[in-house]
């Protein structure tokens, strides 16, 4: 994994704008994803077992204990609702993508408790207006329900002992940066009133696990703007499990 975690405390919500990769092949063993977790998911993901493809997919994962015995990728369990005005479906395919040293396409995602249901609900910001995508119906997410104690801002890759590891983000190492890594940016967090406001560089965490493999660069604020957080991340692929 790459990327950063936020000390313990009482949270409420976060969201962050996360750059959109395909990645071109994929073992279907393998998987690779990016997201914003408060002790459940909400990113993208690639996972060519469960989707039979390699597209770049929204996902939700939601789950009331640490076994993730109710842990779901898309709307086949209970759980989420979906709100009838959603723009992206959990399961559906985020399009389009970036290109390497060209376009660079992103989405920005949210996930908070709702001040007033209660409900921890989840929304896409990059399309001009906050655009709820649906919420997690009341005590399914167990002690989630009252707050969350943690925030990560996190890509993952899973493989298998016997195999090599696929890409993640762009396939490219962090140090080449702008329009070449992925990137997460943006990053905010939300108190129990829905107040706004940025995580402090020195609160977070790098979580990087295998920094020979796969990386993240350090923090940075950019343009001297508390809300301007951002950071590349990414690795190619034949990074071997061991």
């Not at 039979?52 to 204990?65: S, V």
């Not at 009252?146 to 890759?157: H, K, P, R, Y």
């Not at 990087?208 to 990414?234: M, Q, T």
Request: glycine share 10%.
């Amino acid at each position: 994994m790459a990327g950063y975690v936020s000390y313990h405390r009482e949270y409420y919500g976060s969201q962050a704008k996360i750059s959109a990769w395909g990645v071109p092949y994929m073992n279907p063993n393998s998987s690779y994803e990016v997201s914003v977790t408060l002790l459940n998911f909400n990113g993208n993901h690639v996972y060519p077992q469960l989707y039979h493809n390699n597209d770049l997919r929204f996902f939700i994962l939601g789950n009331d204990d640490a076994t993730k015995k109710n842990a779901c990728y898309n709307l086949d369990c209970p759980g989420f609702v979906v709100a009838n005005s959603s723009v992206l479906h959990p399961g559906q395919a985020v399009a389009p993508l970036s290109q390497y040293n060209g376009e660079d396409r992103y989405v920005t995602l949210s996930i908070k408790k709702d001040s007033v249901t209660e409900f921890w609900t989840v929304y896409r910001e990059d399309l001009g207006t906050s655009s709820k995508l649906g919420w997690w119906k009341k005590g399914f997410l167990g002690d989630l329900d009252m707050n969350a104690t943690s925030v990560q801002w996190l890509a993952f890759v899973t493989y298998e002992n016997n195999d090599t590891g696929p890409t993640m983000g762009s396939g490219h190492y962090p140090n080449e940066g702008k329009n070449k890594a992925a990137y997460m940016m943006d990053l905010k967090l939300f108190d129990k009133a829905g107040n706004v406001d940025s995580p402090k560089i020195q609160d977070l965490i790098r979580g990087d696990d295998k920094p020979g493999c796969y990386r993240s660069l350090p923090a940075v604020v950019l343009d001297n703007e508390i809300d301007k957080h951002k950071f590349y991340y990414g690795g190619p692929a034949g990074c071997i499990n061991d």
